[in-house]
């Protein structure tokens, strides 16, 4: 009795999860922010409404965007792209939703003893070649070497240092009525990686997205556009990006699942799989937050660049954060920040 | 006869050694450098002789240094410090060496699954009290997981940026002539994790000598020592740290060992393990490369700072590659760069 009694107040499961890393911590949805809030936050003093894909930095008269990522996808090589190309994107990515124009990234390698070097000579021809297209230079580098089997081949990560070229871009620069702009179709990254990984055959290959961003920031600025807000589908998704844009500012959002492009094998590969193409990551797309009234001329930027842009909602005008989206039988879902983890080391 | 004929020409251990990571591709000797000058410097251009602690970048009217490390130290606490600790000064240091502020840092960790979070609080806790002390911001980071037995726990990168004080300290600045001074005793740190790991116990506790010098560079600034370069003694040691600025500016540099302070403790674990103490990493030591006027005074500076400074040697006016070491015989050797890794997994 005294043992029920005991199990009755504390379920060891829910207890595990309080005390352990899970896969989940790494997935970007809920978990993730549970650790962010709980555990990084109170120690860096960091305040979870500026949190952003890269950090502002103001030094002697200079504005600055300062941003970090690793990556530890599996495989390191996957159709459309490898660890290496998403390590440089990925980075200049984050300093593009930022505002800012990428110029350095440093290289931090944790090497697998064993790993073979023409393998790793592969991955760095991939880092060149993603740097010279996205014009940063990388600068600085490090390199560690772990013991078998305690690595999984090579970790990487970069950081960057880009210059703020349009100054407030943050959650808290959404309004009310901003259009919801989406670069491109959903979901290819993460099928393109599942299906390599899971030896997957469909139809017609499937290409990662994985790609660089600053141009079409570039593009917009360029033409005058008013963006408030922008970020890269990466973990989690459209769906993740929408709910913690939303949780931030404190601000609504509606969207129409039929104006969202799912290219059809993707689609099909999603149902296959059981996953929701929503919560599934892209590394090449965004969403941008734009004035309402610039929605027509921000489509036709993108398309100019040939990507493939929709308006996908909009904010409305209800305070408190909460994702609503249109179904295509006409009925209504609330999105929520996953729980778990759909596609592991996808990044 | 056609086989033992191949077998002649190619000997597959070194062949072997070409071709795949080996621990020692992570000591910070012979075989880093062959890494960076074969596979990293051809894909992403940076010359070797440039090649520093950090990056100097100039954006906007802001000269600044930019830098990265990745800690992979097994266990991740030890006497007198924690993997915490070491990404947060070592990252601090590396600015620091390249005459710059250290302002801000990003924190990188990937994570194992199943990684106790109450250790992971041990470690951020460690950090955030670095950080203060060394007086620089936690501003971005993010976290990946990876699954049980692909990781040892937890690995941290640090990436760091700070402001140039003083323009133009790089190994091209050593200058003949120039003192060699030592900042405090060598090889406490490597001693301390590798006792942990191993399990040694000596007559007293050898604690780690991890620390940040960016006050000792300070003071030295501020008291107009004329510094021409300076270098932090991590993985190689004392030994790898002269090698290596001997290389890049070209001039010989002389030594004299009894100058060199090793705790008495150390040396004695040293002799046990079979270990070159000049070879053993520290974490908060570093040399300068000061004008050969300034040597008394940059010795009161750092005695005043509680440090145990030492006038170790000079730059010689020979040209060439080479350090040599008059020992306690009385003899000469000439120092090396380390082939193979004496202590794997110190930082």
């Known amino acids: 009795m005294s043992d029920q009694g ?4 504390t379920c060891p499961i829910l207890h595990q999860q309080e005390e352990k890393i899970l896969m989940s911590h790494g997935s970007g949805g809920k978990h993730t922010s549970d650790l962010i809030e709980k555990v990084f936050l109170p120690a860096f003093g960091t305040s ?3 949190l952003h894909d890269g950090a502002f930095l103001h030094i002697d008269q200079s504005d600055l965007v300062f941003t970090t990522d690793s990556y530890v996808v599996q495989p390191l090589f996957f159709p459309g792209g490898s660890i290496g190309d998403l390590a440089v994107f990925g980075t200049v990515n984050d300093l593009a939703m930022c505002g800012a124009r990428p110029l350095y990234l440093s290289c931090g390698f944790i090497l697998e003893e064993g790993f073979d070097i023409d393998r790793l000579r592969q991955v760095v021809a991939r880092m060149k070649d993603a740097a ?28 960057g240092v880009g210059v703020v070229e349009r100054a407030g871009i943050n959650p808290q620069s959404i309004q009310s009525d901003d259009l919801i702009l989406l ?10 990686v599942m299906s390599e990984r899971e030896g997957l055959t469909f139809e017609t290959s499937i290409e990662s997205d994985v790609g660089e961003l600053y141009s079409s920031v570039r593009a917009l600025f360029d033409e005058g556009i008013d963006v408030h807000c922008m970020r890269d589908l990466t973990r989690g998704g459209l769906a993740t ?7 931030a500012r404190g601000l609504a959002m509606e969207i129409d699942e039929s104006a969202v492009p799912v290219d059809a094998v993707v689609r099909g590969a999603c149902e296959f799989l059981g996953l929701d193409p929503f919560y599934v990551a892209c590394e090449g797309r965004m ?3 734009v004035s309402s009234n610039d929605g027509e001329q921000a489509l036709s930027v993108l398309e100019g660049l040939g990507s493939n842009p929709r308006i996908i909602g909009h904010v409305s005008g209800q305070s408190g954060p909460m994702v609503s989206s249109k179904t295509f039988l006409g009925t ?16």
Do not use: W
């Open 241 to 247: 990006a929408l709910v913690e844009l939303s949780a």
């Open 132 to 159: 010279a297209l996205a014009q940063v230079k990388l600068v600085t580098g490090d390199t560690k070497v772990i013991e078998r089997a305690r690595g999984d081949g090579m970790y990487i990560n970069t950081s």
């Open 287 to 289: 969403i941008a937050f």
């Open 183 to 192: 670069s491109g179709d959903i979901g290819r990254h993460g099928i393109a």
């Open 332 to 347: 209504r879902r609330i999105l929520d920040r996953l729980v778990g983890d759909q596609l592991p080391r996808i990044c």
């Open 6 to 9: 005991e199990f009755s107040v």
């Open 48 to 50: 979870s409404e500026t």
